[in-house]
Structure formats: structure tokens, C-alpha cells
């Protein structure tokens, strides 16, 4: 299968941004996604990016792509104790498939 | 509007026992898939099925099997559930590319 790999875990202070980073390797993607996973539960889509875009931005949340580096960054502004959660990146290919990275835990301190 | 469900949220069973894990949507979207979370390797596809009465394995397909007779229902079954089959399960169906997941199912093989 494809590879899409995220770091681990990331800390932050309530107020400042988040940047969560992921790259992939298929070229052929379509979709790239963003999912928050809170405990217990099960993934929430929060947003996605059409593979020839560079930028979209909703509310808090802005997610750059860049192709030629195959790298996708999900920025949360004014993180809030309410983002804490797993956060994974995900992409859809043409053969209708999608493959998840490892997810990045975000921890939200006070 | 119920979305995506899975049932039961919570199983314990004996190695060797045949499980089966339910999954209902209501959209009527064509994709459906299921996929096991482990730590460390996050979400894993076992198998997919691009509409009724059509399926297809995943990256981890050993030991599970599939039907799919109508468009809301695709249940996996465990045969001859394993240790290693301990896992959380999430189905999730997509259209146009957004993929939406159940809340899973928590398995634990004895």
C-alpha cells in the first residue's frame, strides 16, 4: 500500500497554532483528508484538499499541500483544550483506496 | 438520520469462535469499508467493497470475510477469531470521495 507517515505527538500551549505534518508517497492522489479521532470515539472528517490545490482554509483551520514535496500540513489557530485528540492523515487514490497515516496525538496544555 | 452504525459497540469472545461485526449506513453510498486500529499502526484496511455484491480485500484480509447483499448492510466476520484479531474495528462508506466512520467496535479474543 501507499506510505503516508506523520510524526507521533505534539504539544502545545491553549492559544497558540498547531501545525500537524504529513507526507505521502502516491502521486496519484486524489483527496488528501484531515480526521480528529477524540477517545473512545471514532474519526470525525474536519476537512479535505483536492490534490491541485495549494491551500484551503475553513474557520480555524488551514491545510497546505504541497505536491512536488508530496507534504500536507493541517494549521489549527488558537488551539483550544477541545482539539486535544489524534489527528490522521489520510489519502484517497484512483483505485478508490484510502490509506492513513499512524495519526499524530495533539496535546492541549492550559 | 442515523448515518453509519455499528453493533455491538463492545465483544468479548473465546479464540476459535466465529464473530460477526455489524455495520449499517443510511446514505445509500456505494463504498463501504472496515478497517482495525492498533497502536502503532493506525488505521489498517481489511476490506472494501464498491457496491453491492462487489468486494474486495484490503491490506490485512487474512482471517476475515465479507458479504455485502445490500447496499446499508456490510458485515465482517471473524471465522476462527485469534489473540492477534483483538482490535477496535471502524466501518465507514464514502461518496464522492468523504469518507465517514461508524463509532467502531471495541473486540477483545480471550
Known amino acids: 500500500g501507499e506510505d503516508v507517515e506523520q510524526s507521533l505527538f505534539l504539544s502545545v500551549r491553549e492559544g497558540d497554532s498547531s501545525v500537524i505534518n504529513c507526507t505521502y508517497t502516491?502521486?496519484?492522489?486524489?483527496?488528501l483528508y484531515w480526521y480528529k479521532q477524540e477517545p473512545g470515539a471514532g474519526l470525525q472528517l474536519l476537512t479535505y484538499i483536492f490534490s491541485n490545490m495549494d491551500m484551503k482554509q475553513d474557520q480555524r483551520l488551514t491545510v497546505l499541500l504541497n505536491k512536488k514535496d508530496k507534504h500536507l500540513s493541517l494549521r489549527i489557530a488558537d488551539t483550544q483544550t477541545g482539539d486535544s485528540a489524534i489527528y490522521f492523515c489520510a489519502e484517497f487514490d484512483n483505485f478508490n483506496k484510502f490509506y492513513f497515516g499512524s495519526g499524530t496525538k495533539l496535546n492541549v496544555k492550559p | 438520520d442515523a448515518g453509519i452504525t455499528q453493533s455491538p459497540r463492545y465483544k468479548i469472545t473465546e479464540t476459535g469462535r466465529q464473530v460477526t461485526l455489524m455495520c449499517h449506513q443510511t446514505w445509500s453510498h456505494s463504498y463501504m469499508f472496515w478497517y482495525r486500529q492498533d497502536l502503532g499502526h493506525g488505521l489498517r484496511l481489511i476490506y472494501y467493497?464498491?457496491?453491492?455484491?462487489?468486494?474486495d480485500k484490503g491490506e490485512v484480509p487474512d482471517g476475515y470475510v465479507v458479504s455485502r447483499s445490500k447496499t446499508e448492510n456490510f458485515p465482517l466476520t471473524l471465522e476462527s477469531a485469534t489473540r492477534s484479531q483483538t482490535s477496535v474495528y471502524f466501518c465507514?462508506?464514502?461518496?464522492?470521495?468523504?469518507?465517514?466512520f461508524g463509532p467502531g467496535t471495541r473486540l477483545t479474543v480471550t
Open positions: 502516491d502521486s496519484s492522489s486524489t483527496y
Open positions: 467493497s464498491a457496491a453491492a455484491d462487489i468486494t
Open positions: 465507514a462508506s464514502s461518496d464522492s470521495g468523504e469518507q465517514y
